[in-house]
Nanobody
């Protein structure tokens, strides 16, 4: 079982920055493929970014968001710059092991115009 706890969300003005963190349990964190997803009101959950042997980004966040990880701290980060009102959503951390996929509880990010 892997537990994920997100932090760092909040309210920010358009053009501002936030850094989300996701702390994971488990002794083999370095082997997990980690990702961030988001869900805006009335919309389906969508992919934002992932990190494994490489990094991947949704087109909508390329050049603005950066995903990174610190395996010594069992933590994955999402640095979000040049935020737009359309980035407003609940952001979810995701961990994929060989056997299962796990989700955090989600954290609200609100970007005001």
């Amino acid at each position: 079982q892997v537990q994920l706890v997100e932090s760092g969300g909040g309210l920010v003005q358009a053009g501002g920055s936030l850094r989300l963190s996701c702390a994971a349990s488990g002794r083999t964190f370095s082997s997990y493929a980690m990702g961030w997803f988001r869900q805006a009101p009335g919309k389906e959950r969508e992919f934002v970014a992932a990190i494994g042997d490489s990094t991947w980004y949704a087109d909508s966040v390329k050049g603005r968001f950066t995903i990174s990880r610190d395996n010594a701290k069992n933590t994955v980060y999402l640095q979000m710059n040049s935020l737009k009102p359309e980035d407003t959503a609940v952001y979810y951390c995701n961990a994929n092991t060989i056997r299962n996929s796990y989700w955090g509880q989600g954290i609200q990010v609100t970007v005001s115009s």
